[in-house]
């Protein structure tokens, strides 16, 4: 079975500076997609970026990025310029590219809550 | 180590139907949040619950209804089931904010 390991509980950031945010995760599958969630306050999910496992260049959205090292199996997400609105918990998460029977091919980490420092 | 637990794993009901999914959240966990995951969507919080009293609500239809019992378990209750409502259903348990752990899910499926 997949794991995610997400080893920072909490995280604290100066406005403007920049912070990273470690994932790493367990899996005997090639074929995967990689994503970290953003949930504020309202508890919603909202997508901060994806990676498809089979592209080897790091998926980037706007001030969002990620270090993607497959062999590792390591997903961090990097955020420059913090803003005080990326205070949140992140979640990173695993979705094999398989579907099983019942679709559940989600897994999720224990999240980071970041905090921002004006 | 003990992890969510959701049951059933897979449920099949009809249009009008109703349906009662199952969360056991991680011993000594106080917060359970219940999320909606349609295809190729990203999760929507739906409803949550801290030490058996709703805490938080999202996106939740009034023909859906939760709570959380004296054991800490949670349940959702879904009524008058629609196509739309087809999805996955998954929830996740925490201990004061921290250390989310989720459930693998319970793909409900509407004909």
């Known amino acids: 079975a997949q794991t995610v390991t997400q080893s920072q509980p909490e995280m604290s950031v100066q406005e403007a500076e920049t912070v990273t945010l470690s994932c790493t995760y367990d899996?005997?599958?090639?074929?995967?997609?990689l994503f970290w969630y953003k949930q504020p306050p309202s508890r919603q999910m909202i997508l901060v970026i994806r990676?498809?496992?089979?592209?080897?260049q790091n998926a980037t959205e706007n001030r969002f990025s990620v270090n993607f090292q497959k062999a590792a199996k390591s997903f961090s997400l990097k955020i420059s310029d913090s803003q005080l609105g990326d205070a949140a918990m992140y979640f990173c998460?695993?979705?094999?590219?398989?579907?099983?029977?019942?679709?559940?091919?989600?897994?999720f980490g224990p999240g980071t809550r970041l905090s921002v420092l004006p | 180590a003990a992890g969510v637990i959701q049951s059933p794993r897979h449920l099949i009901k009809e249009k009008r139907e109703t349906a009662t999914l199952k969360c056991y959240p991680i011993?000594?966990?106080?917060?359970v949040y219940w999320y909606q995951q349609g295809p190729g969507q990203d999760p929507q919080f739906l409803i949550s619950?801290?030490?058996?009293?709703?805490?938080d609500k999202g996106s939740i239809p009034d023909r859906f209804s939760a709570q959380q019992f004296s054991d800490y378990h949670s349940e959702l209750n879904m009524s008058s089931l629609e196509l739309g409502d087809s999805a996955l259903y998954f929830c996740?348990?925490?201990?004061?904010?921290?250390?989310?752990?989720f459930g693998s899910g319970t793909r409900l499926t509407v004909v």
């Open positions: 996740a348990s925490s201990f004061r904010g921290a250390g989310y752990t």
């Open positions: 998460a695993y979705r094999s590219a398989f579907v099983d029977n019942y679709g559940q091919n989600f897994v």
């Open positions: 011993p000594r966990h106080d917060t």
């Open positions: 990676q498809e496992a089979y592209k080897q």
């Open positions: 899996t005997s599958e090639s074929d995967y997609y």
């Open positions: 619950f801290y030490e058996k009293m709703q805490s």
